[in-house]
């Protein structure tokens, strides 16, 4: 095959790199391989080599060039099952390049995607920067192939569109996003197409990766393609008004739309809510994978003195065309392993820096026209797309710990722990409240019945002390009235009709008491009860509240109060002995009366009743008559009613001294 310029043949240009790589598709795939680095940040191993994939489209004639060139070939010839271009010298003479792809004038706008771009959005979606760019002479279908929007026609939505429609088929908008800029670079300056005011963006440089980035550009999340396309639209218009200032018709920016795609890829993520706890104890960072694609539509390529011919000065044509120079010193440094590449030489090339000797995957396409009279542009740009092949970038998978995500997960879970300890600790609070309610009511009630057994109990005993001081009197009486009838010689019937009665009244008594201190017994019982409760209240609460001191002050009240009925129950004990005792000596002395030998009871003489025993000797009725007027009867029962028990004790000796004298 003959060929001079470049080709096959040898000569700085020669598209032998392309050849050696025809075997890698231009669909390929980077291996996806990664690791996470201990040091917090995902740090990826995928490196992959990657060259530039360039592509040519041949747009069709237009009504002008089917009229002017009618008699005249095109200037190009595509070969596309050979992947091959011939381009025209003359009618004998023709170079042929070798390129990845030749997208003729037939191609539709779907297979220049999927030929294109769909690789690239396929390596973004899984972690890499791409980049897809379309180069060529003004009016050859740059804008056509990248950001038609196919209002008109569905089938002729250009790469951009479709490049989105892709991402949002792909990603899950629970767990992933889209954000979208869209700027144009004209003459040095980058301006916002989604806000024109916003007409000088700087680009800042990581000074640790060398990203580059234009923190004030507008930043759009994008969620459903109808709110895209707006976007493109509003970027289109502003970008069509620069163009009008301009007094041209052709692009005189480059257009550049970027595609922040973040996805969630695990690592980290909880599946359910046992998980999330478990997660939360790990603490594992969710891992994201940020990819970048950028679709790059640049200015008409055309040479300087074409656009100066345009109407524009040599120097502001110059301008214009400076970042597409620069980008062509970059590819071809690249292409020839130069170890400078000045990156730095335009805006443009800084904002490329990934996608050209980066780790970007790359995808270019060139835009030429069939007309013979546009035969040295289109030589100019087959030649730009056959350096560029030669460019090979080194594609690396951007994966990070996403901390913030884990951060705000945490924050969540925090929120839902904290809610639920207050609600535990309100729970806690409200039994802790209604127990203490109850144990008060219960103690309260226990009062109540107590201090009740308790009034009545003590108004039964002191019934039964007068009942049986009547009981005793009647007896007296009749027992004086029967001595008096008999003298003092009583059968053993009278005897036993005084004694028995006695014992009986004793043995009540005793029985009494008893049940007393049954009663009392219970009482202890019942308030050791409450007081375990109030300990074990105290106990559980953590420490005493007001509440349990006073419950428990309570219980120390009654606890003195029940010590005070003790003694009382000893000191009705020791009456009831001195009774029994008492009793038992009158029983002697009236044995002794009967025998007729009768003297009083040792035990019972008191300083008291010395004047008494005088008495005695006329008679016990005398006797008792004198003492019964010393302390007089209501005094001995008011006596009987003190609440002091010695008191008490004192008038039931006085009354059992009487009954024994009786
Ligand atoms: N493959 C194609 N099929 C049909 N029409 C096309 C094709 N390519 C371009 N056109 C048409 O050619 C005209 C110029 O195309 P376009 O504006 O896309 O060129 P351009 O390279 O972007 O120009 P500029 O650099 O001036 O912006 C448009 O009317 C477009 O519709």
């Excluded at 620069?242 to 909880?270: C, D, F, W, Y």
């Excluded at 008495?615 to 209501?634: A, H, I, T």
Aim: hydrophobic share 30%.
């Amino acid at each position: 095959m003959a060929t001079k310029n470049g080709g096959f043949r040898g000569g700085s240009f020669k598209p032998s790199s392309a050849t050696n790589h025809k075997s890698s598709s231009f669909k390929s795939k980077p291996p996806v391989r990664r690791t996470a680095s201990l040091g917090g940040a995902a740090k990826d191993v995928s490196d992959a080599p990657g060259r530039v994939r360039v592509a040519v489209r041949l747009r069709p004639k237009n009504a002008e060039e089917s009229i002017t060139d009618a008699d005249y070939a095109d200037c190009v010839e595509l070969q596309p099952e050979l992947k091959r271009l011939k381009l025209r010298k003359n009618n004998w003479d023709s170079d042929t390049y070798e390129f990845d792809e030749l997208l003729t004038e037939f191609s539709s706008q779907k297979r220049v995607y999927e030929v294109v771009a769909k690789p690239v959005v396929e390596s973004v979606l899984d972690g890499y920067n791409g980049t897809v760019l379309a180069y060529g002479q003004t009016g050859t279908g740059k804008t056509f192939t990248l950001g038609e929007l196919g209002e008109e026609d569905i089938s002729d939505r250009g790469i951009m569109v479709r490049s989105m429609e892709d991402i949002l088929a792909d990603i899950c908008l629970d767990t992933d996003s889209v954000f979208v800029s869209y700027i144009q670079l004209y003459m040095e300056t980058i301006q916002d197409l989604l806000n024109p005011a916003n007409d000088n963006i700087p680009i800042t440089e990581d000074p640790r990766t060398g990203e580059v980035s234009l923190p004030g550009a507008t930043v759009v999340e994008i969620r459903d393609q109808n709110s895209f396309l707006d976007l493109l639209r509003l970027g289109e218009a502003h970008r069509f008004a620069a163009n009008t200032k301009l007094n041209t018709e052709s692009s005189r920016s480059h257009a550049i739309l970027m595609i922040q795609v973040k996805r969630s890829v695990g690592g980290g993520e909880p599946s359910s809510s046992e998980d999330e706890n478990q997660s939360v104890k790990n603490c594992d960072p969710p891992i994201v994978r940020k990819g970048k694609l950028v679709v790059v539509d640049l200015a008409g390529s055309e040479r300087v003195h074409k656009s100066g011919s345009e109407g524009h000065t040599l120097e502001e044509a110059k301008a214009i065309n400076l970042s597409l120079t620069a980008l062509g010193k970059c590819i071809n440094a690249l292409a020839e392993n130069s170890p400078h590449v000045p990156v730095r030489d335009s805006k443009l090339t800084r904002l490329l820096r990934d996608s050209f000797g980066g780790s970007a995957r790359t995808s270019l396409v060139v835009t030429i026209g069939p007309s013979p009279r546009h035969r040295g542009e289109t030589t100019s740009t087959i030649l730009f797309g056959q350096r560029a092949m030669k460019v090979e970038n080194m594609l690396r998978i951007k994966e990070e710990f996403d901390y913030k995500s884990l951060s705000k997960r945490l924050e969540v879970q925090l929120d839902k722990l904290i809610a639920e300890g207050e609600r535990r600790q309100k729970a806690f609070d409200d039994e802790v409240r209604k127990i203490s309610l109850e144990a008060e009511n219960h103690v309260s009630e226990v009062e109540r019945k107590f201090s009740n057994e308790l009034e009545k109990e003590r108004t039964k005993c002191q019934m039964d002390y007068l009942e049986s001081i009547k009981k005793l009197e009647e007896k007296w009486i009749m027992n004086q009235q029967n001595q008096q009838k008999n003298g003092f010689s009583n059968g053993p019937c009278d005897r036993e009709e005084r004694n028995v009665p006695l014992s009986e009244e004793v043995a009540e008594i005793k029985k009494l008491l008893q049940n007393e201190i049954q009663l009392r017994k219970t009482a202890e019982e019942e308030a050791k009860k409450l007081k375990n409760q109030l300990s074990q209240l105290t106990s559980s609460e953590g420490g005493g509240t007001a509440e349990f001191v006073r419950l428990h002050q309570m219980l120390e009240d009654e606890a003195y109060e029940k010590k005070k009925l003790q003694d009382e129950i000893t000191s009705l004990q020791s009456q009831l002995l001195q009774l029994t005792f008492e009793g038992d000596q009158m029983r002697k002395y009236i044995e002794r009366l009967e025998s007729g030998n009768g003297s009083r009871p040792q035990s019972l003489t008191s300083p008291s009743r010395h004047s008494q025993n005088k008495d005695r000797e006329n008679g016990p009725k005398s006797s008792f008559n004198s003492l019964f007027e010393q302390v007089g009867l209501q005094r001995i029962l008011s006596m009987l009613e003190s609440e002091d028990a010695n008191t008490r004790i004192h008038a039931v000796k006085i009354v059992a001294n009487l009954a024994a004298e009786g």
